[in-house]
């Protein structure tokens, strides 16, 4: 089993829509959650982080946090071409991981004018 | 600007000649790490450091070296550089790890490893 887990897809969404991005971690001791954003050959890039359990709101983002269920996802609403890229999931700490976050291996969004 | 820069930005090299990736940051940042990204294999972290002259292995340390002399510095080496190093790799800054909070990793622009 993947420490963290996500769909690969592609997820298709059309314009306007709402995207909707699950990311699963097997550590109940996980504390905190990141969701990054990579465009093909660029750099991830923070969009939210999120710790406490529920809803966390950044504009037309939404992180969730489930803990008990140890889920975390991801909203983008009013999707626009623009948000289509690789979304990794990453989470802090993860099993004898150590030092560093351990990222999912990403979902690619395709956003569909 | 806050940022963590990377140099080169492509690079494609021959077989075991000796090179190093340059990563500085200039956040004043105590966590640095070094993650090569692969289709298919994800991010996987090479070596981290949580201060000067503290660094340790990660998943993937084989086949290459780091030092953090200074705070803002983390060199990657490749010794003996070999095709299956051709990768695109990032280095990453944090503040810390552990303390919850917006707390995430800024990377560089990265760097495109060609090893033939």
């Known amino acids: 089993q993947k420490e963290v887990e996500q769909n690969s897809g592609p997820l298709s969404v059309p314009e306007g829509a709402i995207a909707s991005l699950n990311c699963t971690y097997s550590d109940r001791v996980s504390q905190s959650f990141f969701w990054y954003r990579q465009y093909s050959g660029k750099s991830p890039e923070l969009i939210m982080s999120i710790y406490s359990n529920g809803d966390k709101e950044d504009g037309r983002f939404t992180a969730q946090l489930n803990k008990a269920s140890q889920y975390v996802s991801l909203l983008i609403r009013d999707s626009q071409p623009s948000d289509s890229a690789t979304y990794l999931c990453?989470?802090?700490?993860?099993?004898?991981?150590?030092?560093?976050?351990?990222f999912g291996g990403g979902t690619r969004v395709l956003v569909k004018p | 600007e806050a940022q963590v820069t990377q140099n080169p930005r492509y690079l494609i090299t021959v077989t075991g000649k000796k090179l190093t990736v340059t990563c500085s940051q200039n956040?004043?940042?105590?966590?640095m790490s070094w993650y090569r990204q692969d289709p298919g294999l994800g991010l996987r972290q090479i070596y981290y450091?949580?201060?000067?002259?503290?660094?340790d292995k990660g998943d993937v340390p084989e086949g290459y070296k780091v030092s953090r002399k200074e705070k803002r510095n983390f060199p990657l080496i490749l010794e003996s550089p070999s095709p299956n190093q051709t990768s695109l790799y990032f280095c990453a800054s944090s503040p810390s790890l552990g303390t919850g909070g917006d707390y995430g990793y800024t990377f560089g622009s990265g760097t495109r490893l060609t090893v033939v």
């Open positions: 990453a989470v802090y700490p993860q099993g004898a991981a150590g030092n560093k976050l351990t």
């Open positions: 956040m004043n940042h105590e966590y």
């Open positions: 450091s949580m201060n000067v002259e503290v660094t």
